[in-house]
């Protein structure tokens, strides 16, 4: 079982926000980082500690960070967003690193 | 733009040992403060943590499979290698290497490989 808690299934109209989030202890102490990944690809960074967005992810993509839990918010999502999305962070001891069971997200 | 770039065996039968390689474009495999990963996703499921390196020798492990385990980092070679003994069916799985910029106490994975498929059968 995972430490980070996601919910399995999340879906949005196009053109709407759609929160999915995160919640774990480990989140008391450490930032989340958070990947996309579509079917058949690799992980792709999207967001990661406090308030960073790699370069060439669109502004959309925002996160945010409360308690323990961590949240990536896609305002005005698009077609192209429909994807796995996975919250990664380390546990609670700091000694090792956890993924998120992850959300699949879908566009409707 | 980093490429990473997984190669290994496609089969492998229950006993064997999975060696696994990585190869790297460029000079941050000998660089700090770069940390390398794998991760493995195994089929219709998520992604999981396999282990990290770093090119001076730090490693550290996914507990679920101390003991089965370990990683180099070869900087002349630029590839970076895992091994995993005692296979079995459930260590069936796509396998990624990944770079950790370790500039962040997060930890975090921002290169990917494109990954390669691992089946254990007999």
């Known amino acids: 079982s995972s430490e980070l808690t996601q919910d399995p299934v999340v879906s949005v109209a196009l053109g709407q926000t759609v929160t999915i989030t995160c919640q774990g202890d480990s989140l008391r102490s450490y930032y989340a980082s958070w990947y996309q990944q579509r079917p058949g690809q690799a992980p792709l960074l999207v967001f990661y500690d406090k308030n960073s967005r790699p370069s060439g992810i669109p502004d959309r993509f925002s996160g945010t960070h409360s308690g323990l839990t961590a949240a990536l918010t896609i305002t005005g999502a698009q077609a192209e967003d429909e994807a796995e999305y996975y919250c990664?962070?380390?546990?609670?001891?700091?000694?090792?690193?956890?993924f998120g069971g992850g959300t699949k997200l879908t566009v409707l | 733009h980093l490429q990473l770039q997984e190669s290994g065996p496609g089969l492998l039968k229950p006993s064997d040992t999975l060696s696994l390689s990585c190869s790297v474009s460029?000079?941050?495999?000998?660089?700090?403060?770069?940390?390398w990963a794998w991760v493995r996703q195994a089929p219709g499921k998520g992604l999981e943590w396999i282990g990290s390196s770093s090119y001076r020798g730090n490693s550290f492990y996914n507990p679920s499979l101390t003991g089965r385990v370990s990683m180099s980092v070869d900087s002349s070679r630029r590839r970076i290698s895992l091994r995993l003994i005692s296979v079995t069916a459930s260590d069936t799985a796509v396998y990624f290497c990944a770079r950790d910029p370790g500039n962040s106490s997060t930890w975090y994975f921002d290169s990917w490989g494109q990954g390669t498929l691992v089946t254990v059968s007999s």
């Open positions: 990664q962070s380390r546990d609670s001891g700091g000694n090792y690193l956890v």
């Open positions: 460029d000079d941050s495999i000998s660089t700090s403060p770069y940390y």
